[in-house]
């Protein structure tokens, strides 16, 4: 695939087939031991989050206070339950995400919001730093309108900052979309088990103001 078609996203018509397994998880979360695929408990709410390549990704979101698992998967896309090859391949469609699971009453959407925006360069389009291709864009994949207000309003703000600063305009993919499939249990919490691994995030260093 040429570098113009790794930054392309393809007709749906042209997506890898995909399959109906579901990725097999047979480990826990490797920080907290949580079911990676258990139901939202009382209270609490999810967010998923597309920046680049998802093992540093997860790990900025893991250490916040007020969240209570994270798993790394796939969404954006066409093909279902996708491998990591499939996706890279740049046929499927879907970015690298995390899912952010978090307790409200800890921490809010915009705090999250905020660590997203900071995490890396929403500017970059089909990128980020050296990894090319359209796994790599930049998305805020929400649950309800309310919350793709929240995002698009901190998007608008985010890029006056940095319009300021010299960066050109955000392409940050934001919508409504539920779907979400999990990676590999090789990928997810990459960096505990891999303390020195690839992490290919780079900020602008331009904060977000809440």
């Not at 042209?14 to 990676?36: D, F, Q, V, W």
């Not at 980020?128 to 359209?134: H, K, L, M, R």
Request: glycine share 12%; charged share 20%.
């Amino acid at each position: 695939m040429s570098w113009q078609e790794k930054i392309s996203m393809l007709s749906d018509d042209k997506a890898l087939p995909g399959r109906s397994i579901e990725m097999p998880l047979t480990e826990g979360h490797a920080l907290t031991g949580e079911n990676l695929r258990g139901p939202l408990g009382e209270g609490l709410a999810k967010i998923v989050f597309g920046l680049g390549c998802f093992w540093g990704a997860e790990k900025k979101f893991w250490e916040l206070d007020g969240v209570t698992l994270t798993a790394v998967g796939y969404a954006g896309g066409v093909t279902e339950n996708p491998t990591y090859e499939e996706v890279c391949s740049g046929f499927t469609g879907h970015t690298e995400v995390v899912k952010v699971v978090f307790q409200p009453s800890q921490i809010t959407l915009s705090d999250l919001l905020k660590v997203f925006w900071e995490a890396h360069d929403p500017t970059q389009g089909m990128r980020q730093g050296n990894d090319i291709g359209t796994q790599y864009r930049s998305a805020i994949y929400v649950d309800s309108d309310a919350e793709q207000e929240i995002a698009m309003r901190s998007l608008a703000a985010y890029q006056s900052s940095l319009g300021k600063a010299g960066f050109g305009p955000i392409t940050t993919e934001i919508k409504i979309n539920d779907i979400f499939f999990y990676a590999e249990q090789y990928h997810q919490q990459y960096l505990i088990k891999i303390p020195n691994g690839y992490c290919g995030l780079s900020s602008t260093g331009i904060s977000f103001e809440i």
